[in-house]
């Protein structure tokens, strides 16, 4: 069964560096086709995603917010860790961890066609002085 | 980057009825193209992946089509437990993108 938690501050000041971790079992990030990633949810608006990190260390960022984040994992310990600095109260959101499932090697694209098929329970961060 | 928008942004529907949802990619993302249903105060859930195909657990009444830029989830008769935001997100660029929601609620 996957399980994926989020730990972290609530509250954050502004200019300050958001660290969040993503504690889970159930799966191995060095099994091939598998990912963790991080999705975000502002109050009252759509789902964004924010970056994702996969078993052969391939990571990938939002373009919007690439400068701003860092995606590491520790296997052993089952764990990916995301940083993300300079917050700001616009960053007020729920922060959702996700198991990425790599459905298939797409030959045409040299991509692995993906899906998010666990999320966290979430974890609301609030930006605030 | 490769924007998702969803039509119609809300509707209201009564227990029983036949429910679509649209989802367009400003450029062709493939089937690489899943669904979510978003219920308050909990995680999203995984309705269809590759833009057609059912996820385990998930009822039967839930049909996604589509491929390139076009695509629909239906829900065939919608359920009491089904009123809740849907949202599509395409992965087929190295940026995923989500489009905005579609808030179903009861009528």
């Known amino acids: 069964q996957i399980t994926l938690k989020e730990s972290g501050p609530a509250l954050v000041k502004p200019a300050q560096t958001l660290t969040l971790t993503c504690n889970f079992s159930g799966f191995s990030l060095s099994t091939t086709g598998v990912g963790v990633g991080w999705i975000r949810q502002p109050p009252g608006k759509a789902l964004e995603w924010l970056a994702v990190i996969y078993w052969d260390e391939g990571k990938r960022y939002s373009p919007f917010l690439k400068s701003r984040l860092t995606i590491t994992k520790d296997t052993p310990k089952d764990q990916v860790v995301l940083t993300m600095t300079n917050m700001d109260p616009v960053d007020t959101a729920t922060y959702y961890c996700?198991?990425?499932?790599?459905?298939?090697?797409?030959?045409?694209?040299?991509?692995?066609?993906?899906?998010?098929?666990?999320w966290g329970q979430g974890t609301l961060v609030t930006v605030s002085s | 980057d490769i924007p998702l928008t969803q039509s119609p942004s809300s509707l209201s529907a009564s227990v029983g009825d036949r429910v679509t949802i649209t989802c367009r990619a400003s450029?062709?993302?493939?089937?690489?193209l899943n669904w979510y249903q978003h219920k308050p105060g909990k995680a999203p859930t995984l309705l269809i992946y590759?833009?057609?195909s059912l996820q385990t657990g998930v009822p039967p009444r839930f049909s996604g089509s589509g491929s390139g830029t076009d695509f629909t989830l239906t829900i065939s008769s919608l359920q009491p437990e089904d009123f809740a935001t849907y949202y599509c997100?395409?992965?087929?660029?190295?940026?995923?993108?989500f489009g905005q929601g579609t808030n179903v609620d009861i009528k």
């Open positions: 997100q395409q992965t087929y660029s190295s940026s995923w993108t």
């Open positions: 450029q062709s993302v493939s089937n690489y």
């Open positions: 590759a833009a057609s």
């Open positions: 996700v198991h990425v499932k790599s459905l298939y090697y797409d030959l045409m694209t040299a991509y692995y066609n993906v899906c998010v098929d666990f």
